[in-house]
C-alpha cells in the first residue's frame, strides 16, 4: 500500500514541477494524470499497490472537496439573492449537456 | 471526588489551536453523511458531500469558528485533492479497455458536450442577470470537482464556488439525467453513462454504476476526460 502511495505521490509531484516550470496553464494534479495514464498504458496493467491506493482515495473523493465547499458560508448572503437564477442555469446547462452529449452518440454510432 | 480538571475554557482553546478539531468535525459529518445516503438507498439528493457541508457550515457557525481557523485544519483532507486526481488516471485506463474503437466519437460528443454545458450554463446566468462574481464559478462546473477547482483558481474564479455549483451540477445530473436520456430514446448503456459521466462527474458516475456496470465504466471514463480536455482548453475558452 505504501508503495502505491510513494509512486501517485512521485507521479504528482512531477506533475506540480511541470506545471510550475514547463506548462503554468494546466493544474499540475492534471500533469500527474497524464503521466500516470502514460505509465499505466507501458506497463500494460494496473499494479495492485497503485490500484488499492488509488481507489480506496478516489471511493471517498466526495469527502476530500468538504472544505472548499465549506467556503459557502462567506458567499451565502450573494447565493441567496441570486438563488434562482443560479438553480435555473444550473438545471437548464446539466440537461442541455446530457442532451447534446448523448444525441451525439446515438446519431455517429448509427453511422459505424 | 473532585480531580484537578482544568476548567473547560482551558480544554476548549486547547482543542480549538489544534487542526485535530476540524478534521474530526469534517470526518464525522462526511460519516453521517455516507450512512444517511446508504440509508436513503443511495438516493442521489441525499449526497453525503451535501449533508456534510451542511453540517460543518452550521457546526463551525455554532461554534463561533471562522472559516479561515477551520480550513487550517481541514486543509489535510483539502491536500489530498491532488492525489486524488492522479488517481482518476487508473479509471480512464481502464475504461479505455472497453472502448471497442470508439474514441473517435467519444472525443467528439465530450467536446460538444463541454462547450455546451460552459455556454449555456453562463448564457443562462447572464440572461437571467445573476451577479457577475457568481457567473465565473459556472465555467468549471461540469468538469469533476477537484480539477474544477485547479481550473478555477487559473481563471480567477472562485475554487469554492466552482466546487459548490460541481457538486450541485452533479446532483441534478445524477437525479434529472434519465429523464432526458428516456425522453430522447437512448438506450445504449454505454451512451447513457457517458453523458452522465460529461455532464455530472462523479456523482453522475456513482449513478451510472448503481444501474449498470457497463454504464458506469463510460461514465468514468467520460468523468476522466472532461477533467483532463477541461483543464487544457477552458483557461483559452475563458481568455476568449
Known sequence: MIQGLVQILIFQALGELLSKFALPFIPGPVIGLVLLLVFLSLRGHVPASIDLVGSSVLQH?????????????LYLPILQANAWA?????????LATIAVTASLLKVFAKKD | MQANLPPISEIWVYLSGSPLLAL???????LLGLT???????????????????????????????????????????????TATVSLAIPIYKGFASL??????????????GVTSIFTAVGMARLLGVDESLVHGLVAKSVTA?????IAERVQASPTLTAIFAVSTGILGAVLGRYVLDALRITAWWQRGFALG???????????????????????????????????????????
Open chain 2, 146 to 150: 477537484p480539477i474544477a477547482m485547479g
Open chain 2, 198 to 240: 460529461v455532464a455530472a462527474h462523479g456523482i453522475g458516475t456513482s449513478r451510472a454504476f448503481s444501474v449498470n456496470p457497463e454504464a458506469g465504466a463510460y461514465a468514468s471514463l467520460g468523468m476522466g476526460l472532461h477533467g483532463i480536455l477541461g483543464a487544457v482548453l477552458i483557461p483559452y475558452a475563458v481568455a476568449w
Open chain 2, 36 to 82: 444517511l445516503y446508504e440509508r436513503s438507498d443511495r438516493n442521489p439528493l441525499a449526497n453525503p458531500v451535501l449533508i456534510a457541508v451542511i453540517l460543518v457550515s452550521l457546526s463551525i457557525n455554532l461554534l463561533d469558528m471562522s472559516y479561515v481557523k477551520y480550513f487550517e485544519g481541514a486543509q489535510f483532507v483539502h491536500f489530498l485533492l491532488g
Open chain 2, 24 to 30: 474530526v468535525l469534517t470526518l464525522s459529518a462526511y
Open chain 2, 100 to 113: 471497442k474503437g470508439r474514441m473517435g466519437i467519444l472525443m467528439l460528443a465530450l467536446l460538444a458536450g
Open chain 1, 61 to 73: 473523493l466526495g469527502l476530500l472537496f468538504i472544505p472548499a465547499s465549506v467556503g459557502v458560508v
Open chain 1, 86 to 94: 443560479i438553480a435555473s442555469a444550473l438545471v437548464i446547462s446539466v
